[in-house]
């Protein structure tokens, strides 16, 4: 049973448009949330992450927005550039008993086209 | 900055034979984890470790073990590699073990034939 559910497996999006990635999640037990991206042959790169006392959390061209009652985030990116074209892969934190964990979505593969 | 260096980028191995991946930080973090990576299922977590000589398992641990001897390395060991273990194996590491943040190595592509 998937807690991280990514329905969109693939997003295009025009340059200079606004890009939204959705993720949904289970478990009530996730107190942080992350958004990671990963360029083929690279290992994913951090990019954002909210706690989920707050709703939305902003660095330059990213947001990211958390709905705890519809257990729901989302990411926009704005505006899009080609260089963001990449796996995006949403990820939610849980405090373990020995270390914290995170568990995956399947990814959006995102297409900024020129 | 954070590195995490993984032994092979690209790896062959035959069925039934036995495979180690090597996975090295050079932060002094403390947890460590390995995932594998599959079209349409994301990151699944095989195994992971909290300090030296400790280990936990994952989501899929079945067909692997693990071996931390040293606070710096993490190694995946595949006893005894089957076609559906060919994937995307990614290392990680965190600072503590309230962090949150994992930091990944590039990955090794393993192709079992």
């Known amino acids: 049973d998937q807690q991280v559910k990514q329905n969109s497996p693939s997003l295009s999006v025009q340059e200079g448009r606004i890009s939204i990635l959705n993720c949904d999640y289970t478990n009530s037990m996730f107190d942080y949330f992350l958004w990671y991206k990963k360029y083929p042959a690279e290992g994913p790169t951090f990019l954002i992450s909210?706690?989920?006392?707050?709703d939305k959390n902003e660095d330059g061209r990213f947001t990211v927005f958390l709905n705890k009652s519809a257990k729901h985030l989302s990411l926009h990116i704005v505006p899009s550039q080609p260089g963001d074209s990449a796996v995006y892969f949403c990820?939610?934190?849980?405090?373990?008993?020995?270390?914290?964990?995170?568990?995956f979505g399947s990814g959006t593969q995102l297409t900024v086209l020129p | 900055d954070v590195k995490v260096t993984q032994s092979s980028r690209y790896l062959v191995k035959r069925t039934g034979e036995k495979v180690f991946l090597e996975c090295v930080q050079d932060?002094?973090?403390?947890?460590m984890f390995w995932y594998r990576q599959d079209p349409g299922l994301g990151l699944r977590l095989i195994y992971f470790s909290y300090d030296v000589k400790m280990k936990e398992k994952g989501d899929i641990p079945e067909g692997y073990s693990v071996s931390r001897e040293k606070k710096e390395r993490f190694s995946l060991i595949l006893e005894s590699a089957s076609t559906n273990q060919t994937s995307m194996y990614l290392c990680?590491?965190?600072?503590?073990?309230?962090?949150?943040?994992?930091?990944f190595g590039p990955g090794t592509r393993l192709t079992v034939t």
């Open positions: 990820a939610a934190s849980s405090a373990g008993r020995s270390a914290r964990q995170l568990t």
């Open positions: 932060m002094d973090h403390e947890n």
């Open positions: 909210i706690s989920s006392i707050k």
């Open positions: 990680a590491s965190s600072a503590r073990r309230v962090s949150y943040e994992q930091y």
